[in-house]
């Protein structure tokens, strides 16, 4: 709850810079994921959840379709 009370308050290059450590983090989550080393799989939910929110936050219709744009490659990659 507290994160989402400071995310609000972030400025667009914190919001971006926050976004981009959060990509980072699931990045290495997933190699994780592959390795076996995972010990707690909501982390993925989490993270996502917070990348979207502070997309949202922006207000900005390009951030947002960017983030669009990114999950539907993820999607497509995840299904092949």
Not at 5 to 12: A, H, N, P, Q, V
Not at 26 to 47: C, D, M, S, T
């Amino acid at each position: 709850m507290k994160n989402k009370k400071k995310d609000k308050s972030l400025t667009k290059d914190q919001s971006i810079k926050k976004i981009n450590d959060l990509k980072k983090d699931l990045f290495n989550l997933r190699f994780k994921k592959i390795n076996g080393q995972v010990e707690n799989p909501a982390q993925f939910k989490e993270i996502k959840k917070n990348i979207a929110r502070l997309y949202m936050n922006t207000k900005s219709a390009k951030w947002q379709k960017k983030y669009l744009r990114e999950k539907l490659q993820v999607l497509k990659m995840i299904r092949l």
